[in-house]
């Protein structure tokens, strides 16, 4: 028996050997490209970051309204400045406490490290999903879910709007989100005014549980949106 065990231990060592030899140089992860040092993601990273600031803010603007276009890291709490974003992002409080903000800021810091950056709102995105079933319509619901799939990170905001249960369509669409990326190993940042036990209860738990590898940051204090309307 223990001549086995050592046996298997041995192919498996000598496997990842094989496999180490063919791993990006640059984020150690993924697969080389072949006969590349790099990944395709490395790779499509690095000439986004080459691109002029011109060309990375017109991306800021297409996935941040113009309310948020100013968001920098810099105007946020010590938590939630997050400049290298490698594991799933809960931002949890009520409303108006500046997590849309957030995100902007954290999308701004990610387009200047060329990450492949989307923001949507989960509610907003099934709607346009429900779009293709027009009969008119040439897309179909992967080609709308695809690239939220395979995106550098995925920002989604306002997560479980809803006051009664979410909709199957909405859930089931989470649901493949948050799993397939995170099988890819690909971060998520979700904002919601409702903490995992909330969400647990109008999605369910296997969402929960997803979620629950995420690093949690809390936004407190008044709603800012008040506060700059008393100032005027
Ligand atoms: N750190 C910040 N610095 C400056 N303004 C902020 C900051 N956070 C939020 N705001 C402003 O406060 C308002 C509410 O923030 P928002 O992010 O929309 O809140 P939430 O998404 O949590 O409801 C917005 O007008 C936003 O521009
Ligand atoms: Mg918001
Ligand atoms: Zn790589």
């Known amino acids: 028996m223990g001549k086995e065990a050592d046996q298997i231990l041995t192919n498996v060592q000598s496997l990842r050997e094989i496999i180490s030899a063919e791993y990006c140089e640059k ?12 990944c395709k993601r490395c790779q499509d990273r690095y000439h986004r970051y080459l691109t002029s600031n011109q060309t990375k803010e017109k991306i800021i603007l297409s996935q941040v309204s113009e309310r948020y276009i100013g968001a920098n ?23 108006g406490t500046g997590k849309t903000y957030a995100m902007a800021a954290m999308i701004r810091e990610g387009v200047y490290q060329g990450l492949d950056c989307k923001k949507i709102s989960l509610d907003e995105f099934c709607v346009q ?31 479980g709007l809803r006051t009664k249960d979410e909709s199957d369509f909405a859930y089931v669409t989470l649901y493949i989100l948050l799993n397939k990326r995170q099988e890819m190993m690909l971060p998520t940042v979700i904002s919601s005014n409702k ?4 969400i647990e209860k109008s999605f369910d738990s296997r969402i929960a549980s997803r979620l629950k590898l995420a690093k949690v940051i809390k936004f407190e204090g008044k709603d800012r949106r008040e506060q700059s309307a008393e100032r005027k």
């Not at 879910?145 to 550098?152: E, F, R, S, Y």
């Open 27 to 38: 984020c150690k992860v993924r697969i080389k490209d072949s006969g590349r040092k790099w």
């Open 73 to 95: 890291l810099e105007h946020l709490s010590r938590e939630a400045k997050v400049v290298v974003i490698d594991t799933d992002i809960f931002l949890y409080g009520g409303v």
């Open 129 to 159: 999903i429900r779009s293709c079933y027009a009969p008119m319509s040439k897309q179909t619901e992967w080609d709308y879910i695809k690239p939220l799939i395979d995106c550098d990170i995925l920002f989604i905001d306002d997560l």
């Open 195 to 198: 903490n995992l036990e909330q």
